[in-house]
């Protein structure tokens, strides 16, 4: 037994509660966004939370794109260590590639079954590649 005023400990334990309930809406808000990064809609993250659409969608804002930005960023141009590439996405499938030439005059590209579920993923698969064909600096 708490040697201890039953009001005391009873608030610490509630100012614990408080610190894990910031960090499960913290969590949540990351998982709810890379639903939506891979093309959950509102209508699926409330239904896996057991709210609405309208609930999803107030509760994480951001986690879904709108069509309207997405279609403002369906490509997208790299350079990078002399060479460049580019991202586009796919309207379909909503998936990411990239295609790009390297310093050194090699051409790239993602595999023909390969996409990416975010632009910067594509990017970042892109830069790897210029990065390794890159002209030499002896």
């Given at each position: ?58 509760k994480w ?41 390297g ?36």
């Open positions: 037994m708490w040697e201890a005023d039953p009001v005391e400990v009873t608030l610490s334990v509630l100012a614990a509660w408080k610190v894990v309930d910031a960090e499960v809406k913290r969590l949540t808000a990351i998982a709810a966004g890379t639903a939506g990064s891979y093309g959950a809609s509102y209508e699926q993250l409330g239904a896996v939370w057991g709210i609405t659409r309208q609930g999803a969608r107030k804002p951001e986690a879904v794109s709108r069509p309207a930005a997405t279609a403002a960023r369906t490509s997208g141009a790299l350079e990078l260590c002399g060479g460049t590439a580019e991202v586009t996405q796919e309207p379909s499938s909503g998936g990411w590639r990239w295609t790009g030439k310093a050194d005059g090699t051409h790239g590209a993602a595999d023909a079954d390969t996409w990416y579920a975010t632009k910067e993923e594509a990017a970042a698969h892109a830069g790897a590649f210029l990065k390794e064909h890159a002209l030499s600096r002896a």
